[in-house]
């Protein structure tokens, strides 16, 4: 079954660290760029970080940038989003997403994919929420 299976999200403190995961599984992570988006209540989904494929590039939103980092693990098949010096403003549902093309965050940021793949096109976790708060 190809699916992304998301964990580590939980309540923090300000100035606080969470550090999520993604666990694939049906296909392998190497061949695709990855990424991380949010989504608090009443906003639009916003890009946070991605990480391409090949030389492992990686882009930041400018609200994060210099506090969180994305990595990945592709022999373990599991994509990661450590969050540092974390403020109330963090607090959203976080989804992973894999793509063998691109993902894209916006503002002419974006982390190219391989290309081909005998797993999907691409895929999103179910999402898991990460509250910042005293």
Same mark, same amino acid.
């Given at each position: 079954? =190809?699916?992304?299976?998301? @964990? %580590?999200? +939980? ?5 606080? *660290?969470? /550090?999520?995961?993604?666990?694939? $599984? ?21 890009? =946070?970080?991605?990480?391409? @494929? %090949?030389? +492992? ?5 400018? *609200?994060? /940038?210099?506090?969180?980092?994305? $990595? ?44 081909? $793949? ?17």
């Amino acid at each position: 079954q =190809v699916q992304l299976v998301e @964990s %580590g999200g +939980g309540l923090v403190q300000p100035g606080g *660290s969470l /550090r999520l995961s993604c666990a694939a $599984s049906g296909f392998k992570l190497d061949s695709y760029a990855i990424g991380w988006f949010r989504q608090a209540p009443g906003k639009e989904r916003e890009g =946070v970080s991605c990480i391409g @494929s %090949g030389d +492992g590039s990686t882009h930041y939103s400018e *609200s994060v /940038r210099g506090r969180f980092t994305i $990595s990945r693990d592709n022999a373990n098949n599991t994509m990661y989003l450590q969050m540092n010096a974390m403020k109330p403003e963090d607090t959203a549902i976080y989804y992973c997403a894999t793509d063998l093309i691109e993902i894209d965050l916006g503002s002419n940021r974006y982390c190219t994919g391989s290309y081909y $793949s005998d797993g999907p096109p691409g895929s999103w976790g179910q999402g898991t929420q990460v509250t910042v708060s005293s």
